[in-house]
């Protein structure tokens, strides 16, 4: 048997999304893995041999650090109910290797929420949606 889908509904002045397969955000988590312990052994690397090269890669690599957790506490969303009000862009982002699935991008106020569809219910989603955003 195979496990629900993905699926955003629109309710008069709501989208819901429902989601019960919940994407791995691969990138996020590998961007946070390398930079936060390049960062931190070139830091230690410094701190034994003083070169300032080491200092370098680790202040680069923290800031980077950093900058993925501001980005995801600031600018990502997990709310499962939108206004349509709020929303002023919506698109859809594909992914490689994908196999015909697409994440649809909805962006209110400063965050985006991601949901991950088949991109044919995207496409008819995203028609339905336009109209009522450009009001």
């Known amino acids: ?19 019960p ?30 070169e300032t090269g080491h200092l370098f890669i680790a202040s680069f690599m923290i800031a980077l650090f950093v900058l993925a957790l501001i980005k995801e506490i600031f600018f990502v969303s997990y709310q ?3 206004a349509i009000n709020e929303v002023s862009k919506i698109r859809i982002l594909p992914i490689l290797f994908g196999r015909g699935t697409v994440f649809l991008e909805i962006k209110f106020r400063k965050k985006t929420r991601q949901v ?20």
């Open 21 to 50: 397969k919940k994407p791995v955000r691969f990138m996020f988590l590998m961007i946070l893995a390398i930079s936060g312990t390049q960062g931190f052994f070139s830091l230690l690397k410094y701190i034994e041999t003083s």
């Open 116 to 135: 991950l569809l088949n991109k044919g219910k995207a496409n008819k989603i995203m028609e339905d949606l336009n109209p009522l955003i450009s009001l």
């Open 1 to 19: 048997m195979s496990s629900p889908e993905n699926s955003v509904k629109i309710e008069s002045d709501r989208i819901k999304i429902i989601e």
């Open 80 to 82: 499962n109910e939108i």
